[in-house]
T-cell receptor, first 115, second 108 residues
Framework: NAGVMQNPRHLVRRRGQEARLRCSPM?????VYWYRQLPEEGLKFMVY????????ESGMPKERFSAEFPKEGPSILRIQQVVRGDSAAYFC?????????????FGQGTRLTVV | TQLLEQSPQFLSIQEGENLTVYCNSS?????LQWYRQEPGEGPVLLVT?????EVKKLKRLTFQFGDARKDSSLHITAAQPGDTGLYLC????????FGTGTQLKVEL
């Protein structure tokens, strides 16, 4: 039983490049959540998606950030024109039904470094 | 905005000691979860507490949810080096609000 798989584990991008972070939820899970953990800060909610739908994106920065969870394939968190302040650990979690009714399981994260 | 404050922020103890970590909020939560996160890894769920006043035990770890469902505590008995990690409380349903974290270090 594979857990939540995130890749890459580490990603280095130069300022202005694009970063694409992938998350494959646990088998049978159709709900995906993205969180960001900035250095010296706690985990902050970014976005909640179901297959082909964004349910809650209230934690997403207004510009440069987008997320999708297509019918087939992993969920993608995309950051355009990265800046140094985007350097953080990005975690994905998944659940079989809405998280408020069950447990969500986290992946190991993608550590983004912007140089 | 719901906020969760944890205390202490840092805790360094010797193996065999007992400790308590607190998680407090001015908001009511329908449930609270406790996670442990190790360096370079994602948070791992330890327990979910749902009912006010509820006490749950997980081996040497005891979790309590406050009667008013605004606070929670984690007590570890006879701490071991393997307990070292970042302990996080979280609540809020589909959009989890995480606490500020308690970094625990247990030394031999």
């Amino acid at each position: 039983n594979a857990g939540v798989m995130q890749n890459p584990r580490h990603l280095v991008r130069r300022r202005g490049q694009e970063a694409r972070l992938r998350c494959s939820p646990m088998k049978g899970h159709s709900h995906v959540y993205w969180y960001r953990q900035l250095p010296e800060e706690g985990l902050k909610f970014m976005v909640y998606l179901q297959k082909e739908n964004i349910i809650d994106e209230s934690g997403m920065p207004k510009e440069r950030f987008s997320a999708e969870f297509p019918k087939e394939g992993p969920s993608i968190l995309r950051i355009q024109q990265v800046v140094r302040g985007d350097s953080a650990a990005y975690f994905c979690a998944s659940s079989p039904v809405p998280q408020k009714n069950t447990e969500a399981f986290f992946g190991q994260g993608t550590r983004l470094t912007v140089v | 905005t719901q906020l969760l404050e944890q205390s202490p922020q840092f805790l360094s103890i010797q193996e065999g000691e007992n400790l308590t970590v607190y998680c407090n909020s001015s908001s009511v939560f329908s449930s609270l979860q406790w996670y442990r996160q190790e360096p370079g890894e994602g948070p791992v769920l330890l327990v979910t507490v749902v009912t006010g006043g509820e006490v749950k035990k997980l081996k040497r770890l005891t979790f309590q949810f406050g009667d008013a469902r605004k606070d929670s505590s984690l007590h570890i008995t006879a701490a071991q080096p393997g307990d070292t990690g970042l302990y996080l409380c979280a609540g809020g349903g589909n959009k989890l609000t995480f606490g500020t974290g308690t970094q625990l270090k247990v030394e031999l």
